[in-house]
């Protein structure tokens, strides 16, 4: 069978494919129809906080990342696509979940936005795991402590997927990852990397302590350990400890951490962003491992 592949086109087939449609594609002609009700005002943060994870559901932004939430097990609840790109979606078996289709400007009044990328879709949220779940089966994590920037947190999640981050912990008051945009940032790694949330903050970083990691606070405090002098015990079983964008850490944070690092900056420069100190953290952090796809 031919196949394609693309940006926003994962490697689906071009061929063969319509007969696979459940259910008739559904014309939305006004952007208040009760049936898309999930994907209203998508750009309203507090709004969809309050809506979403209540009602367990969750919004993908894209073909490939609904692709990649359905392969991850995620039931899909519905689709709502541009009238123009109801073909993206023909492989695709839609099960009980209604594809829903409308114009450019009926999207955009619905979801408050210009969906440029032409599909959405909404999907049920999974139970999440246990941190002791998490840890069991894990090498090396990173905790973020009051991460609540979508866009940090998505990018985090891809570079945590990317660069041999079994799992991620998340403080209470972390953002949730299942939002559209960090779902959309991490290219839908989210879905790929196992999260739990620490309740108890910070005395939750003694739990993972107990299972066997090194807790390594990021600061760029002078008296911090350059992260590559790290001995080969503390990077064995290594949790990575992030703070928030432009506050970092907190003391409380810190003095519950084993080690305080940092990566070394030039030309007076004193921090990066939280998502790439991360990722280079990441990389630092496993720069001895085998090379991908050595097993």
């Not at 990722?279 to 630092?284: D, L, M, S, T």
Request: aromatic letters at 6%; charged letters at 25%.
């Amino acid at each position: 069978m031919a196949r394609t592949a693309g940006p926003d086109r994962p490697d689906r087939p071009t061929t063969g494919t319509r007969q696979n449609r459940r259910v008739p594609v559904l014309e939305i002609t006004d952007p208040d129809d009760e049936r898309i009700a999930d994907y209203r005002a998508l750009t309203d943060v507090e709004l969809r906080t309050r809506w979403e994870p209540p009602h367990g559901l969750f919004i993908a932004e894209g073909e490939l990342v609904l692709r990649r939430a359905l392969r991850a097990g995620y039931p899909a609840r519905s689709y709502l696509v541009d009238a123009k790109r109801t073909d993206q979606l023909a492989d695709l078996d839609t099960g009980d979940a209604p594809v829903y289709a409308a114009t450019p400007d009926v999207l955009e009044r619905a979801t408050g936005f210009h969906v440029h990328r032409g599909v959405l879709a909404s999907f049920r949220r999974k139970p999440l795991p246990s941190a002791a779940e998490v840890l069991a089966t894990a090498r090396r994590v990173v905790i973020l402590e009051d991460v609540n920037n979508h866009t940090n947190l998505g990018a985090v999640f891809r570079g945590a997927a990317a660069l041999g981050i079994d799992a991620v912990l998340l403080s209470p008051s972390c953002a949730d990852p299942l939002y559209r945009r960090s779902v959309r940032v991490s290219m839908g790694e989210v879905f790929a990397v196992p999260y739990a949330k620490l309740d108890r903050w910070p005395a939750g970083l003694d739990q993972v302590r107990e299972a066997g990691f090194t807790v390594l606070a990021m600061t760029p405090a002078p008296d911090a350990v350059p992260i590559q002098r790290l001995t080969a015990a503390q990077r064995e079983r290594a949790a990575l400890l992030l703070g928030a964008e432009g506050p970092g850490l907190t003391a409380a944070a810190q003095s519950a951490s084993d080690v305080r690092v940092v990566i070394p900056m030039r030309r007076g420069v004193d921090s990066l962003n939280v998502a790439a100190a991360a990722a280079v953290a990441f990389w630092e952090l496993g720069r001895d491992d085998p090379p991908f796809g050595s097993g």
